[in-house]
């Protein structure tokens, strides 16, 4: 019986000096983890705002082109039906609507850091793809540019009209691009702010 005593009072006494030590254990891991949430909660809501920036910037810019490309389109059409209506280059005012292909450069560089730093992936799925399709839009739009530039520095045109025509087409492929560079971009923008009032 004094033994049993004496086991159970080492047993406390041993108890209440491990006690301490793991409730320090316990609360240092809660309070890393506590502080590691934060952490990341900030790094996300950076990423989001960065990104919220980069798009009303990257819509600002491409509303600019938008109508431009829309004058190009219809003073080239409107040549082109005076062609056919007179059957007679000679007779077509110049192009002096024309002033260059006029494209825009787009940043990307707050979506491939919130790539890099896998901040993308931590956001919910509607957000996180509305993003990507923003800045796939965006690739899509650079890459119909430079097709429209390789097509007019990269071959001789035969006769006026032919570049009328290729002024048309080109316009008119950019502003399409364009058109959904903004209209993803919105979206991209609308999702965003929506996750970010559902974690306040």
Do not use: C
Request: aromatic fraction near 12%.
């Amino acid at each position: 019986m004094a033994s049993r005593i004496f086991l159970l009072d080492k047993l406390t006494k041993l108890f209440k000096e491990l006690v301490p030590t793991f409730l320090g254990v316990f609360l240092a891991f809660y309070l890393n983890d506590v502080w590691v949430n934060q952490q990341e909660k900030q790094s996300i809501d950076q990423v989001k705002q960065t990104l919220q920036e980069e798009l009303t910037q990257n819509i600002t810019q491409i509303n600019r082109q938008i109508e431009y490309h829309q004058m190009v389109e219809d003073s080239a059409a409107h040549l082109a039906k005076l062609y056919f209506l007179y059957q007679d280059e000679s007779k077509l005012p110049l192009a002096n609507f024309w002033n260059g292909l006029q494209g825009s450069h787009l940043s990307d560089a707050a979506y491939h850091t919130a790539i890099s730093t896998q901040n993308l992936a931590k956001m919910e799925l509607k957000v996180a793809n509305a993003v990507a399709g923003a800045y796939s839009a965006q690739r899509n739009y650079e890459s119909v540019l430079q097709s429209a530039r390789s097509a007019l520095l990269g071959r001789d045109w035969p006769n006026y009209i032919s570049w009328i025509n290729y002024m048309r087409w080109s316009a008119n492929n950019l502003k399409i691009a364009e058109i959904a560079v903004v209209r993803t971009h919105e979206k991209a923008l609308e999702y965003l702010e929506q996750y970010q009032v559902s974690r306040t």
